[in-house]
């Protein structure tokens, strides 16, 4: 089936609109992990983001006060970005543990099936170089040992990136590489233990063994990323072919540990040691948020390059991150799981800054890219992401299209879990157990920014159609795990399938 799917995919990319490589727009794709919407400055955020605060004030910028991440937690969010599909369709119900685990056919290692399109696999066969350096979190890169070696790799190479570094999942966002570990200079000396060894990898040519990255990596992890991402882009720029960057950092998931230099800032204006490490990580991305723009401008790639910035969920409960008076945090569907920081800047296409509140998702990558390439789906499988082009382009006031959580589901579908929609005004959250609805409540997003107040019972006729829609997607969703057929005790063979 895979290799169908691919086949279709090589013969209508061929549809493609006339638009020369000098027409066609690089786009990078960068996201931020557990980043709350309140984390950063222009939110009332403690850490300092000059950076972010420029590009979300940029002439050429809109800024997506009701941006969404596609899950509330890290590998659901991932695989949005790439397919414009709710993680649900294709088993990625939750964060992928992986590993060594003689419990391996468990949902959590549900790796990225190779049946699904990607947002790279579309760019590629577009004629685009596509390039992924940070955290991939949706599989294993390395076949599993005590008895699990039937277990698929999932890497970026499978999934459509040309060139790729990438960690298999969470990382510390300081000093992460496994052989940093022996060099007394590499620690900073503020660590109470030393964090999870975590190294980065790639296969050479996608093919033959793993690589590891071969020197110590000392100092903060996002600025490391991006001297593999000004490489990539400046060997771009100079081909004048067109790219796909997709950036995914560690910041600031656990461990945040910040550097010295950066940490003593924080530690100077009377915060604690783990608030000093976590506002000084958030400043030390948003360093290299500035070093982006400045390379895009200094290659005169700048304005027609659509840069994306996002976070992957909410801030993490009982950390220094903050929402900002939303309701939830990390693993909930509440506004504070889901609702994060979130820009565009285009400036061949974006002439005047706005502040919208214009629903966006993260699943809304995919089918954007499509239409800005003017190329055509490749099969009629549901898509849960739009196109934003007529957005971005100031043709479009309203989403008139739904957007969709689901969440504790792990695969089975007569338990217990819950449901989410949203659209420009109101949203319902539904828990579901046996296969019917438990309780639901309804919000007006536009004006109860906290989810305070239930209005199911004074709004029914709102509250009962938007209870119908979810039903009908919670179907399509089922219907998709069946045709996937992600959905096995034990039963990997999808995968390759």
Same mark, same amino acid.
């Given at each position: 089936?895979?290799?169908?799917?691919?086949?279709?995919?090589?013969?209508?990319?061929?549809?493609?609109?006339?638009?020369?490589?000098?027409?066609?727009?690089?786009?990078?794709?960068?996201?931020?992990?557990?980043?709350?919407?309140?984390?950063?400055?222009?939110?009332?955020?403690?850490?300092?983001?000059?950076?972010?605060?420029? $590009?979300? @004030?940029?002439?050429?910028?809109?800024?997506?006060?009701?941006?969404?991440?596609?899950?509330?937690?890290?590998?659901?969010?991932?695989?949005?970005?790439?397919?414009?599909?709710?993680?649900?369709?294709?088993?990625?119900?939750?964060?992928?543990?992986?590993?060594?685990?003689?419990?391996?056919?468990?949902?959590?290692? $549900?790796?990225?099936?190779?049946?699904?399109?990607?947002?790279?696999?579309?760019?590629?066969?577009?004629?685009?170089?596509?390039?992924?350096?940070?955290? =991939? @979190?949706?599989?294993?890169?390395?076949?599993?040992?005590?008895?699990?070696?039937? =277990?698929?790799?999932?890497?970026?190479?499978?999934?459509?990136?040309?060139?790729?570094?990438?960690?298999?999942?969470?990382?510390?966002?300081?000093?992460?590489?496994?052989?940093?570990?022996?060099?007394?200079?590499?620690?900073?000396?503020?660590?109470?233990?030393?964090?999870?060894?975590?190294?980065?990898?790639?296969?050479?040519?996608?093919?033959?063994?793993?690589?590891?990255?071969?020197?110590?990596?000392?100092?903060?992890?996002?600025?490391?990323?991006?001297?593999?991402?000004?490489?990539?882009?400046?060997?771009?720029?100079?081909?004048?072919?067109?790219?796909?960057?997709?950036?995914?950092?560690?910041?600031? @998931?656990?461990?945040?540990?910040?550097?010295?230099?950066?940490?003593?800032?924080?530690?100077?204006?009377?915060?604690?040691?783990?608030?000093?490490?976590?506002?000084?990580?958030?400043?030390?991305?948003?360093?290299?948020?500035?070093?982006?723009?400045?390379?895009?401008?200094?290659?005169?790639?700048?304005?027609?390059?659509?840069? =994306?910035?996002?976070?992957?969920?909410?801030?993490?409960?009982?950390?220094?991150?903050?929402?900002?008076?939303?309701?939830?945090?990390?693993?909930?569907?509440?506004?504070?799981?889901?609702?994060?920081?979130?820009?565009?800047?285009?400036?061949?296409?974006?002439?005047?800054?706005?502040?919208? =509140?214009?629903?966006?998702?993260?699943?809304?990558?995919?089918?954007?890219?499509?239409?800005?390439?003017?190329?055509?789906?490749?099969?009629?499988?549901?898509?849960?992401?739009?196109?934003?082009?007529?957005?971005?382009?100031?043709?479009?006031?309203?989403?008139?299209?739904?957007?969709?959580?689901?969440?504790?589901?792990?695969?089975?579908?007569?338990?217990?879990?819950?449901?989410?929609?949203?659209?420009?005004?109101?949203?319902?959250?539904?828990?579901?157990?046996?296969?019917?609805?438990?309780? @639901?409540?309804?919000?007006?997003?536009?004006?109860?920014?906290?989810?305070?107040?239930?209005?199911?019972?004074?709004?029914?006729?709102?509250?009962?159609?938007?209870?119908?829609?979810?039903?009908?997607?919670?179907?399509?969703?089922?219907?998709?795990?069946?045709?996937?057929?992600?959905?096995?005790?034990?039963?990997?063979?999808?995968?390759?399938?």
């Amino acid at each position: 089936m895979a290799k169908v799917f691919r086949l279709l995919l090589c013969v209508l990319l061929l549809i493609v609109s006339e638009a020369t490589g000098e027409d066609r727009p690089n786009i990078i794709f960068a996201m931020a992990d557990d980043l709350g919407w309140g984390d950063v400055q222009y939110n009332n955020g403690k850490a300092a983001t000059p950076n972010l605060n420029e $590009m979300a @004030h940029s002439p050429n910028t809109i800024l997506l006060q009701r941006y969404y991440s596609g899950g509330p937690v890290c590998s659901p969010t991932r695989g949005t970005v790439l397919t414009g599909r709710n993680h649900n369709r294709y088993c990625v119900w939750s964060a992928n543990a992986g590993g060594n685990t003689a419990d391996f056919v468990r949902p959590e290692t $549900m790796p990225l099936p190779l049946s699904e399109i990607t947002v790279a696999e579309v760019m590629r066969q577009a004629g685009y170089s596509t390039a992924m350096f940070g955290k =991939w @979190h949706l599989g294993d890169f390395k076949k599993l040992e005590k008895g699990n070696e039937k =277990w698929p790799i999932s890497h970026p190479g499978m999934h459509g990136f040309d060139e790729w570094w990438s960690t298999e999942r969470s990382a510390g966002s300081c000093t992460i590489n496994c052989g940093c570990f022996s060099i007394a200079t590499c620690v900073n000396g503020h660590y109470k233990e030393p964090p999870t060894c975590t190294n980065y990898y790639t296969y050479t040519n996608n093919s033959g063994d793993l690589e590891e990255w071969p020197d110590a990596i000392p100092g903060d992890d996002t600025h490391f990323l991006f001297t593999l991402a000004e490489k990539y882009i400046r060997e771009q720029a100079k081909s004048q072919k067109p790219f796909f960057l997709y950036l995914p950092f560690h910041t600031v @998931h656990i461990r945040y540990i910040a550097t010295d230099e950066m940490r003593e800032k924080y530690l100077k204006q009377n915060y604690t040691e783990e608030q000093a490490d976590y506002f000084g990580a958030i400043t030390a991305m948003d360093e290299v948020i500035g070093e982006l723009r400045s390379l895009l401008k200094e290659l005169r790639i700048k304005d027609n390059t659509l840069f =994306w910035f996002a976070s992957d969920n909410g801030a993490l409960h009982n950390s220094p991150g903050s929402v900002n008076g939303l309701r939830g945090y990390k693993t909930l569907l509440y506004e504070g799981g889901v609702r994060v920081p979130g820009m565009i800047e285009w400036p061949d296409v974006i002439s005047s800054n706005k502040v919208s =509140w214009f629903p966006v998702i993260s699943s809304d990558l995919l089918p954007t890219v499509r239409d800005i390439l003017g190329v055509k789906p490749s099969d009629d499988r549901p898509i849960d992401g739009i196109s934003i082009l007529p957005f971005l382009q100031g043709k479009m006031d309203h989403r008139n299209h739904s957007i969709y959580w689901g969440y504790d589901i792990h695969g089975n579908f007569n338990g217990k879990y819950n449901m989410s929609t949203s659209g420009d005004q109101y949203k319902l959250m539904a828990t579901y157990e046996n296969g019917k609805v438990l309780r @639901h409540y309804l919000y007006d997003l536009l004006n109860d920014l906290g989810e305070t107040t239930d209005l199911k019972d004074k709004l029914p006729t709102i509250a009962n159609k938007l209870l119908n829609q979810i039903e009908e997607w919670r179907k399509s969703v089922m219907e998709s795990v069946d045709k996937v057929g992600c959905l096995g005790t034990g039963d990997i063979s999808y995968f390759n399938n």
